[in-house]
């Protein structure tokens, strides 16, 4: 009888110690796993800083409602035999330093109109007309190009 009380009496130390050690150490996974990274120093949750407003900075462009169309009026891109090649007003789209440029075409005065995109890969200019394919920079798509950079840098 003595040994069973013993036994039983030892039995529950051992779950006490055990249950006492799971508690610590899922405290301790917990903490760890609610740790924040803060330029480079680790925190934990209850030391984590308030968060702070963020301001937005000053916009320097004007809006996408007041923003002018390029070109204002028709332009002369280039004349070939005779034939003036314009850009539509409000058609070009793209950016100085970006890699895509487009803009809509009309040969002559009342000519039909046509849409031109150029793309630049790596060294390599590529242009296509009405989404046909695309094919390098020849000297008359050079000149159109030259000046919807034009356009596109005012």
């Known amino acids: 009888m ?6 039983y009496t030892l039995a529950g130390v051992v779950v006490v110690v055990a249950v006492a050690a799971g508690g610590f150490l899922w405290n301790g996974m917990q903490s760890s796993q609610n740790a924040q990274v803060d330029s480079g120093a680790v925190t934990s949750v209850e030391q984590a800083k308030e ?3 963020v301001t937005e900075p000053a916009k320097t462009e004007a809006p ?3 923003k ?3 070109p204002a009026e028709d332009v002369v891109a280039m004349t070939f035999e005779g034939t003036n090649t314009y850009i539509v007003a409000g058609s070009v789209t793209g950016t100085k330093n970006g890699s895509q440029w487009a803009a809509t075409l009309r040969n002559g005065n009342a000519g039909k109109l046509s849409k031109v995109e150029f793309k630049q890969e790596g060294q390599k200019l590529m242009t296509r007309n009405d989404d046909g394919p695309w094919r390098p920079v020849d000297e008359m798509d050079r ?5 919807i950079q034009e356009i596109v840098a005012k």
Not at 2 to 7: C, I, T
């Open 2 to 7: 003595k040994e069973k009380k013993r036994l």
């Open 64 to 66: 996408a409602a007041q």
């Open 51 to 53: 968060p702070q407003a």
């Open 143 to 147: 000149s159109i190009f030259n000046k």
């Open 68 to 70: 002018q169309n390029l």
